[in-house]
């Protein structure tokens, strides 16, 4: 059953309809006070039909993005109580079985006496994408859209080499997940694979890096220039992990 419906404001639904890319916004219990039709298609609702939507949560949604239900309300939660941008990777079998992968930025939506009443959300596909480059789309905005929604999208990769340094898929995966602050433990069962073999990767990783231990490896990691690359081979396994909080 539905929640009550909340009504926004028409001019911002106008420039969620406008803008390219999934847009919409929750409110401060993860429900959904609008979402596009770009939105709505991939998530497996039909575009006429994308205000279905509204008073659904994430864990209503017909396709497998319901498995990470959870994990997109505990973002929510924490752009609502820091007041935070949060950059998020998203892969997911959408609609119909089709594995993309999604940049979400979240940022805190906020009413007009400056208080936060929920989140608003922006995708871009960077399925097919090699660079992510969207300064060419804002030149066609027609509406005053937050900055912080879309920048800094140009600046991530898919690859698994970078500034001369080659890894392999498993060793690039593994770095993506030791940058954002995750464990052996944690990388071994999002990788399918035993915590021993997780750290075996660690150990050709610091030798490729020339560091001496993990927190090293995580400094060279970031100077090296790693945190701005996805691996390729993640684009198909379901996940959801924040890449920035602004």
């Known amino acids: 059953m539905k929640n009550e419906i909340v009504q926004i ?3 911002l639904r106008l420039m969620f309809d406008q803008m390219p890319g999934c847009w919409g916004c929750k409110d401060n219990d993860s429900v959904f006070m609008y979402a596009n039709k770009e939105y709505a298609n991939i998530i497996g609702v039909k575009e006429n039909r994308h205000l279905d939507i509204i008073g659904r949560t994430d864990f209503d949604m017909p396709c497998d993005t319901v498995n990470c239900a959870d ?29 993309r992968a ?6 805190p939506f906020y009413d007009s006496n400056q208080n936060i ?4 959300f922006h995708g871009a596909d960077i399925t097919s994408n090699k660079l992510l480059e969207l300064g060419s789309l804002l030149s066609k905005v027609t509406c005053d859209v937050p900055s912080n929604l879309l920048s800094g999208l140009h600046s991530f990769l898919l690859s698994n ?12 995966e593994c770095l993506f997940f030791l940058l954002r602050g995750k464990t052996a433990k ?12 997780v750290e075996e990767y660690i150990v050709k990783l610091k030798m490729k890096l020339g560091a001496t231990n993990k927190c090293e490896l995580i400094d060279k990691g970031i100077q090296a220039g790693f945190l701005n690359i996805i691996p390729e081979r993640l684009m198909q396994t379901q996940l959801s992990v924040a890449l920035s909080s602004e």
């Open 9 to 11: 404001d028409p001019s």
């Open 186 to 197: 944690h990388i071994a069962r999002i990788m399918s694979l035993s915590p021993r073999t």
């Open 71 to 99: 994990l997109f309300r505990i973002q929510d939660k924490a752009v609502i109580t820091t007041g935070k941008t949060l950059k998020i990777l998203d892969i997911h079998p959408f609609s119909g079985n089709h594995w």
């Open 102 to 107: 999604y940049i979400f930025t979240k940022i």
């Open 161 to 172: 080499e970078f500034n001369n340094i080659k890894l392999t898929d498993r060793e690039a």
């Open 117 to 120: 009443r929920g989140t608003i």
